[in-house]
């Protein structure tokens, strides 16, 4: 499968658990993408990457979310001190410049915090 | 910021009757616009693009700024259509901003 893979597919964790989820995207894509979905919800922006830098962040994205993407190829988006809020599918999408927004997503991690 | 607006969560049609599902957005300049879909237990993936005037799986859907709408619209629904569809508009120079969508069931 040569798409865009994420891992885990389902993380249930305790609040105040810290989580990291990663993110493999379409090898020759330079751009990757984080949106987080909520129950009844679109996809939200959560930040993005071109190659290793990462570009924009969302003000969604508090202080203890985190993602990077260290060598431009897969990037981890760490979650520190969850919370029931946190809940949610956490997707991750990956591009080329030349697709003109054409994202590939892939098929997400759900994370449940208890 | 841009906004997209899906007035529809939910829209049920008969087979073989057509299907209009509505989008309208907020953008001050020339959007450029998309609608996703999901299928069951599969991965949201591109419809189709405004910029590329495309039919895609008998899918279309024109732009009208007059009304900032970009409805999807099929002549002839089937049952395979059911999904949840998006509408997204890209805001800045790179990401996408989504409605929060509307599940089409297609009953036989």
């Known amino acids: ?114 | 910021a841009q906004r997209v607006t899906q007035p529809e969560k939910l829209l049920s049609v008969f087979k073989g009757a057509p299907v209009e599902l509505k989008c309208n957005y907020s953008y001050s300049g020339s959007p450029e616009l998309f609608w996703y879909v999901q299928y069951s237990r599969q991965r949201l993936q591109l419809l189709l693009r405004h910029i590329s005037r495309e039919s895609i799986k008998g899918f279309t859907a024109d732009l009208n700024k007059g009304e900032t709408s970009f409805h999807l619209k099929k002549p002839f629904a089937q049952e395979e259509d059911s999904a949840m569809y998006y509408c997204a508009v890209v805001q800045g120079a790179q990401k996408l901003v989504f409605g929060q969508g509307t599940r089409l069931t297609i009953n036989p």
């Open chain 1, 1 to 114: 499968d040569t798409g865009v893979s994420q891992d885990p597919r389902h993380k249930i964790t305790k609040r105040g658990q810290n989580v990291t989820f990663r993110c493999d995207p379409i090898s020759e894509h330079n751009r990757l993408y984080w949106y987080r979905q909520t129950l009844g919800q679109g996809p939200e922006f959560l930040t993005y990457f071109q190659n290793e830098a990462q570009l924009e962040k969302s003000r969604l994205l508090s202080d203890r979310f985190s993602a990077e993407r260290p060598k431009g190829s897969f990037s981890t988006l760490e979650i520190q001190r969850t919370e029931q809020g946190d809940s949610a599918m956490y997707l991750c999408a990956s591009s080329s410049a030349g697709q003109a927004y054409g994202y590939t997503f892939g098929s997400g991690t759900r994370l449940t915090v208890v």
